[in-house]
């Protein structure tokens, strides 16, 4: 071997070592009852029912770094009108996880529908990372129309922009993008305008967190796109991707099945750890 060739394989070798590695958490907040799989699950048997897990995912990063995908919400309303049991705020669930909520460095929001995007407020020292088209429909032309912003909740919508006011609310740029050193954030699961799904660098692999791009392991075991995404072609391809992300299909978490509490460790009391 050339001594360049050994030059390069040391860089190589320093900069893995280097590279953050994240433990990755699901941290659930309630359970919607008896909620419609059609629903979740394009062609899905309309009578059937299933109770579907509310859950945001937390990773600890090895440099220091706490981020949330996704902030749960928390609005009395919301948890009255859905009948959500179990319920605890999702600040609750993460301290329960380990992690204070003015722990928490970073929140990456998927999108913006009222049970991923409703808790940002509280976590007081958080970043939002938000896909830029995602931010900025949501908070300009969906309302110009009556049946253009369904499941967006407008105080959501004011918080966030609240938030970008005071500073901290950063946008991503389209697809394939390393916002956070170890973390990378991809688009085209069409479930919003702009939906977007994370990967994470583990000990043990990548792994991605789907959130609604892919509602249920049923999705992905029968090659069946989400029931609710404006192009279920371009959901299928998103689905695709995520597997060949992910470093073993194992580390792939959709976004509401009650599964994920039974193939993971506990490491809390509704946390389970991803690994």
């Known amino acids: 071997m050339t001594s360049w060739a050994i030059a390069s394989l040391a860089v190589i070798v320093s900069a893995s070592q280097s590279a953050p590695a994240y433990e990755v958490f699901a941290a659930r907040f309630g359970v919607i009852p008896s909620f419609q799989v059609s629903n979740l699950v394009a062609g899905a048997d309309p009578s059937r029912r ?33 009948k959500v049991r179990d319920f605890r705020r999702p600040s609750d669930a993460v301290a329960a996880a380990g992690v204070e909520p003015a722990e928490v460095t970073d929140i990456i929001i998927t999108h913006a529908h009222w049970d991923h995007a409703g808790g940002v407020e509280l976590f007081p020292n958080a970043t939002i990372w938000m896909q830029r088209d995602e931010y900025e429909y949501y908070t300009g032309e969906a309302w110009h129309a009556r049946n253009t912003h369904g499941g967006i909740d407008p105080e959501d919508v004011l918080a966030l922009v609240r938030l970008n006011v005071s500073g901290r609310v950063r946008f991503v740029e389209g697809d394939d993008r390393e916002i956070i050193p170890g973390i990378r954030c991809y688009t085209g699961g069409r479930h919003t305008r702009a939906s977007q799904y994370v990967a994470a660098r583990t000990a043990g692999g990548t792994a991605v967190l789907t959130s609604d791009n892919v509602y249920l392991y049923e999705n992905l075991d029968k090659g069946a796109p989400i029931a609710q995404t404006w192009d279920p072609e371009s ?18 978490v959709p976004g509401h099945d009650p599964a994920v509490f039974e193939r993971f460790s506990p490491a809390g009391e509704g946390i389970v750890r991803i690994r």
């Not at 981020?67 to 919301?78: E, I």
């Not at 391809?237 to 194992?250: M, N, V």
């Open 235 to 252: 959901n299928l391809k998103a689905q695709q991707r995520i597997r060949s992300l992910a470093s073993r299909p194992e580390l792939i």
């Open 50 to 82: 299933l109770d579907i897990p509310v859950m945001v995912w937390l990773l600890k990063g090895s440099n220091g770094r706490t981020v949330l995908v996704d902030s749960g919400f928390y609005r009395q309303a919301l948890v009255d009108r859905w």
